[in-house]
Structure formats: C-alpha cells, structure tokens
C-alpha cells in the first residue's frame, strides 16, 4: 500500500493543473498574454498616448507588466474560481485530502508560475524593443508584483466568492477594460486629469503600476504604492474570508 502524498506534493500537483488551465483556456490566454504583447507593442511604435518623459518603451513596459498582473491575478482567477465555484469543484476540493487550504493555496501557486511565463515574455519583448530597465530595481519590483498579486487574488476570490458566475464574468471583464482605460495602468497618472488622477492614486492597479514604474525607471521601492496594495491586500483578504461561498 502507497503512502499517501505528502501536503506540499498535493498542493504542486493542484497548481500544475490550476495554471495549466489558465494557459489552456483561449480566453484567459488573449487576455493574459496575447493582449498584453499587442498592447506593448502598440505604445512601443506609436506616438499617443502620451506617457510622459522618459524613453517611451521605459514607461510603457512597467505598465504593460501591471496590465498582465491584473489580468491573470485577479481577471483569470475571478472567472476561473467562479465557475468552479457554481459546477462544485469548490465544493467537492474541498472535502479531498487536498482541503480548503490547499486549494487556495495551490491556486496562489498558479497564478504566480503564470505571471512568470508573462514577465518572461512581455519583459523579452520589452528588451527587444530597447527596453532598458534599471537591474537595481529587480528587488523592488518582485516586492510590488507580488503585493498586487495578494491584492488582486483577494479582489478576485471576493467576487468569485460572492456573485454567480456569469456576474463574475462580466464584472471582471468590465472591470479589467475600466482599469486599463482608467486605472492609470497604461497611461500614468501624471498624464491623466486632474480629477482622474487623484481617483486613480487610490487604486491597486494605479499602485502596482507606479510601483513598478518607479523600480523600473528609478531602482528604488515606492512607499505610497506598497502602502495602497497592503491596504487593499488587507482589506479584501478579510472581507472575502468572512463572505466567501464554496459553493451556490
């Protein structure tokens, strides 16, 4: 008789399948990786929108970075966990050997093994388009990814924890095209109104974008930016922990 796997080995083996179907799902796929490239390369040849001073591929591969955080963070997992949520899958995960912990805990794995497929391959876009980061910034960037990670995984599991799955569908979706248009992802903030700009401070996506803006750009850790994501961090982990639903 086999010993039973051990929880680290049922958590990887979890995560294989969560990111696998993430990458399977042509959807989740356009949205986390083919419109993230476009994305760069269109602000990497065009002339507007503006995006401020610096070398136009400097700006705009921070934001394009943010853009593909959000997507798989909090877009593809949102859709992915509510319809797992409405067929049972939860429900049914729940009650293995594998438990509520572990699932969880294997869909975190997920989500970053496929933000690290994206930054290898918008960031190798990024540098064949003469993109020329400051190295300095590595560590203050992989703090910021991983911040928005948290804070887009729990906005994520709120909603998909709350709302039926094909709200969940188009809530995140709708919420995915607000952000890039107006969350200061792409633009910065410093070239959007006034107005718009002091919303947008407030917001995780516009936090997770200067964030790596400024490791990028400047090498260094931006305090207001980590401070926005811990809070939102924060906050959605212990209201999606208290009204989180595992099954409808």
């Known amino acids: 008789m086999s010993a039973p796997a051990t929880p680290r080995t049922r958590v990887l083996a979890q995560a294989r399948f ?18 993230p490239a476009l994305a760069l390369v269109g602000l990497a040849l065009a ?4 995006l401020g001073p610096g070398r136009r591929i400097d700006v705009a591969v921070p934001g394009v970075l943010a853009l593909a ?3 798989t963070a909090f877009t593809g997992q949102a859709i992915q966990t509510g319809f797992d949520r409405r067929y049972g899958v939860l429900r049914l995960l729940g009650v293995t050997p594998l438990g509520r912990g572990g699932l969880l805990a294997a869909k975190s794995v997920a989500v970053l093994a496929v933000e690290l497929l ?14 020329h980061p400051s190295w300095v910034g590595l560590l203050p960037a992989l703090v910021v990814a ?19 799955a094909e709200g969940v569908l188009a809530i995140a979706n ?6 890039l248009a107006l969350g200061g992802v792409i633009i910065p903030r410093s070239e959007q109104p006034a107005g718009l700009s002091h919303l947008a401070a407030v917001l995780p996506s516009s936090a997770l974008a200067d964030g790596l803006r400024d490791a ?27 009204t989180f639903r595992w099954g409808d």
């Open 69 to 71: 955080v959000i997507s």
């Open 118 to 131: 994206q930054f290898v391959v918008i960031g190798g876009l990024g540098l064949a388009l003469g993109w």
């Open 47 to 50: 002339h507007s929108p503006s």
């Open 18 to 35: 969560e990111s696998g179907t993430l990458l399977r799902n042509g959807e989740q796929l356009l949205v986390a990786l083919v419109l």
């Open 146 to 164: 991983l911040l928005g990670t948290w804070a887009f995984v729990a906005l994520a599991l709120l909603l998909a924890g709350t709302v039926r």
């Open 174 to 179: 709708l919420v995915w095209v607000v952000l």
């Open 216 to 242: 990028f750009l400047h090498g260094r850790l931006a305090g207001i930016p980590v401070l926005v994501l811990v809070l939102w961090g924060a906050a959605a982990t212990v209201v999606a922990a208290r």
